[in-house]
């Protein structure tokens, strides 16, 4: 990596990640954040003002491209902020970008349907999970509800809206940043997992009018729809991790999901 910067002595550290191929650099007051082979969709997220700008692209000799984009003085949003209107409003423009969808689509990127989505879940959950109560109870939801979703079209969605992948800089930008799983999916995707985890659900007609659509009974059942989906495959995940604490967790919110009524 010491030579992208000729004879400049920069400081250059891993920024830790399971992939290994990030890391930060520091020269005197310049900081950046370099990534090996990041895709080109990340130039189109800069350009779009969703990540922190993208400085440079440089390829070595191996064939490997390796990205600088600036180093933002920031924090990580706290949970108890994920129901501001500022990530409502930041939402809404990535589910509307053109520009991003239209990259998508060129890097080859399928849409990720119920039924694709149904079948992926199913053929991961292992034999143990599938005969707990809950489980089989989320299973059968989902088959039940299987042809009553439907998007009306298909737009990029992060896929993991956590908290910790909202940044805030030191001159509140907000960014969401860690793009590696993005998909073209129905937008009740991203929407539906961070109202369920984060919003109380009395505040999600607010929560949607700063997004800019109606809280309709069709898009509450996405919600929940694609909700369980995702707390089957993470409840999955946390097991094959060895994590029992998390695989507890992801169990309760399954299960606090399920008791929320089907919108008629």
């Not at 706290?78 to 239209?102: Q, V, W």
């Not at 991203?190 to 505040?203: A, C, I, K, N, R």
């Not at 909700?227 to 998390?246: I, P, S, T």
């Amino acid at each position: 990596m010491e030579h992208l910067f000729d004879d400049q002595d920069w400081e250059i550290i891993s920024a830790g990640g399971a992939s290994g191929e990030a890391f930060f650099a520091r020269y005197h007051e310049q900081k950046l954040f370099l990534k090996r082979n990041s895709s080109p969709f990340l130039a189109v997220l800069s350009a779009e003002g969703i990540v922190p700008r993208l400085k440079w692209t440089k390829r070595l000799e191996n064939g490997d491209v390796i990205t600088a984009q600036h180093w933002l003085n920031g924090r990580e949003l706290h949970a108890d902020e994920m129901n501001g209107p500022r990530i409502a409003k930041l939402l809404k423009k990535i589910h509307s970008s053109r520009p991003l969808t239209s990259m998508l689509q060129r890097l080859g990127k399928e849409p990720y349907d119920p039924s694709l989505m149904y079948e992926e879940v199913a053929d991961t959950l292992d034999t143990d999970l599938k005969y707990l109560p809950p489980v089989r109870e989320a299973l059968s939801f989902l088959r039940h509800h299987l042809d009553d979703i439907s998007a009306e079209s298909y737009v990029v969605c992060h896929g993991d809206v956590n908290h910790n992948n909202w940044l805030l800089s030191d001159v509140n930008e907000l960014f969401l940043i860690d793009w590696d799983g993005a998909m073209l999916a129905d937008p009740a995707v991203d929407v539906g997992m961070l109202l369920y985890w984060y919003v109380p659900e009395q505040e999600w007609s607010s929560w949607m009018s700063h997004y800019g659509e109606e809280l309709t009974d069709d898009f509450r059942l996405r919600m929940k729809w694609y909700v369980v989906c995702q707390a089957l495959v993470m409840l999955q995940w946390q097991k094959d991790k060895g994590r029992l604490h998390d695989v507890t967790k992801w169990m309760n919110f399954l299960q606090r999901t399920q008791k929320k009524e089907n919108p008629k």
